[in-house]
């Protein structure tokens, strides 16, 4: 059965101090790791697919990376409006379906 | 190009009724997801539907059922409502199964 875990479960920063959110997953035959970022009564909205370990994608403040057991977003000099809730989830070849950990709520204070 | 649509946003039930809440995906997307959000359980897979057909099922009651037209477009039905069905039901959509999915901004539903 795929697995997600995601820590911490919050996390509060101040404005220009950076962190990683971390996503240690379990899955048979990883075909996609994905991050997402929630908005309190919103949909998830889209940010990273990573396929393979070593890989790393980009994106304005947020870098995501990839091992065999877990995935990272780092967090570069974040700004208030980075307050959310970062979802990350799996996809593996046995479950196919995106399987999701249960977030970090992330607030960033000014 | 336009994100994916859900309606109705907003929806209060009682016990023992049904709803149907819809989604159109983003044009030219042929798979879509149907997903439960609850804050004890987080975001649950419902199920996925690609051309019409149901590909892939989570773990719901048989109370839970969808479709999927000729068009893309999709929904689900929820009957004989419990308090417990009481949760954002999202939507994502995506080109092919398997590929990056895009979530609509769900429907949030209250059974009383």
């Known amino acids: 059965e795929d697995q997600v875990t995601q820590s911490p479960e919050a996390l509060r920063l101040q404005e220009g101090e950076s962190s990683s959110l971390n996503c240690s997953y379990t899955v048979s035959g990883l075909r996609g790791l994905f991050w997402y970022r929630q908005d309190p009564g919103k949909g998830p909205e889209f940010l990273f697919t990573l396929y393979s370990a070593g890989e790393e994608k980009e994106k304005e403040r947020l870098k995501a990376t990839l091992t065999k057991k877990e995935s990272f977003l780092h967090i570069t000099a974040p700004k208030p409006e980075d307050s959310a809730t970062y979802l990350c989830?799996?996809?593996?070849?046995?479950?196919?379906?995106?399987?999701f950990g249960s977030g970090t709520r992330l607030q960033v204070q000014p | 190009k336009a994100g994916v649509t859900q309606t109705p946003r907003y929806l209060i039930k009682t016990r023992g009724q049904q709803v149907t809440l819809s989604c159109s995906p983003i044009s030219g997307h042929r798979s879509v997801s149907w997903y439960q959000q609850t804050p004890g359980q987080g975001l649950q897979f419902l199920f996925e539907?690609?051309?019409?057909?149901?590909?892939n099922k989570g773990n719901f009651p048989g109370r839970f059922s969808g479709r999927q037209f000729s068009n893309s477009r999709s929904e689900m039905n929820v009957s004989t409502l419990e308090l417990g069905d009481s949760a954002l039901y999202l939507c994502?959509?995506?080109?092919?199964?398997?590929?990056?999915?895009?979530f609509g901004p769900g429907t949030r539903l209250l059974v009383l």
């Open positions: 989830a799996v996809r593996g070849t046995g479950r196919r379906a995106l399987t």
């Open positions: 539907y690609f051309s019409e057909t149901q590909r």
């Open positions: 994502a959509s995506s080109f092919l199964i398997e590929e990056t999915q895009y």
